[in-house]
């Protein structure tokens, strides 16, 4: 038991390696003020995620310091393992 969790957290600290810092970019739709149409969700971060770095993630191990409803770029940070967190930027620009 002890070496299969010793191996996930080995994978998990790859993934965390493959993403930590990095930029994820995320195109949206807005008004007229710049205000997006809905908001910019965990499940299209995660979406981004595997189609940017090839890192398949839960969107709820994804959590946001604040909702994302604007362009701009946020921080996100990414629960791999109880001890391995991956902290991440997410830039939503216009469609």
Same mark, same amino acid.
């Given at each position: 038991?002890? &070496?299969?969790?010793?191996?996930?957290?080995?994978?998990?600290?790859?993934?965390?390696?493959?993403?930590?810092?990095?930029? !994820?970019?995320?195109? #949206?739709?807005?008004?007229? *003020?710049?205000?997006? +149409?809905?908001?910019?969700?965990?499940?299209?971060?995660?979406?981004?995620?595997? #189609?940017?770095?090839?890192?398949?993630?839960?969107?709820?191990?994804?959590?946001?310091?604040?909702? !994302?409803?604007? +362009?701009?770029? &946020? *921080? #996100?940070?990414?629960?791999?393992?109880?001890?391995?967190?991956?902290? !991440?930027?997410?830039?939503?620009?216009?469609?």
């Amino acid at each position: 038991k002890e &070496y299969h969790e010793e191996v996930q957290r080995k994978a998990c600290e790859d993934m965390q390696a493959k993403m930590e810092g990095k930029v !994820i970019e995320l195109k #949206a739709k807005a008004g007229q *003020n710049g205000k997006l +149409f809905g908001s910019v969700t965990p499940k299209e971060i995660a979406k981004a995620l595997k #189609a940017q770095f090839g890192v398949d993630v839960e969107k709820r191990k994804i959590t946001l310091d604040t909702e !994302i409803k604007a +362009f701009g770029t &946020y *921080n #996100a940070e990414v629960k791999l393992h109880p001890v391995v967190t991956a902290k !991440i930027k997410v830039q939503v620009t216009e469609e």
